[in-house]
């Protein structure tokens, strides 16, 4: 079994960074794909990024690439989402996902290609 926890969410004004960390117990292997994913009340959860636990491939939804970066490391069971130049429109509670399967055979951006899921942290942006 593998648990996921969150850490790093909270409130910043538009225009800052926050960085949210993720980190994974139990049964991991070096081939696991990690992903953030948000989500809004009445809405269903969005993509945001994902990265190969290896390789360091990394792969982003459009409304964030050039401003949130995803890493790594591998060693200690850790994931990083930096978000920078937060928008009102980034506000959110983002989870940590995981999933037992090579980064390249999965539909990295579907929520459901995932398995395992953390219990999400709150990031609010204002305006």
């Known amino acids: 079994q593998v648990q996921l926890e969150e850490s790093g969410g909270g409130l910043v004004q538009a225009g800052g960074s926050l960085r949210l960390a993720c980190v994974a117990s139990?049964?991991?292997?070096?081939?696991?794909?990690m992903g953030w994913f948000r989500q809004t009340p009445g809405k269903e959860r969005e993509f945001v990024a994902a990265?190969?636990?290896?390789?360091?491939?990394?792969f982003y939804a459009d409304s964030v690439k050039g401003r949130f970066i995803i890493s790594r490391d591998s060693a200690n069971n850790w994931v990083y989402l930096q978000m920078n130049n937060l928008k009102p429109e980034d506000t959110a509670v983002y989870y940590c996902?995981?999933?037992?399967?090579?980064?390249?055979?999965?539909?990295?951006?579907?929520?459901?290609?995932?398995?395992?899921w953390g219990q999400g942290t709150q990031v609010t942006v204002s305006s």
């Open positions: 996902a995981g999933e037992s399967r090579p980064f390249g055979s999965m539909q990295v951006e579907r929520a459901n290609e995932y398995r395992y």
């Open positions: 139990g049964r991991i292997y070096n081939w696991y794909a």
């Open positions: 990265i190969g636990w290896t390789a360091g491939k990394q």
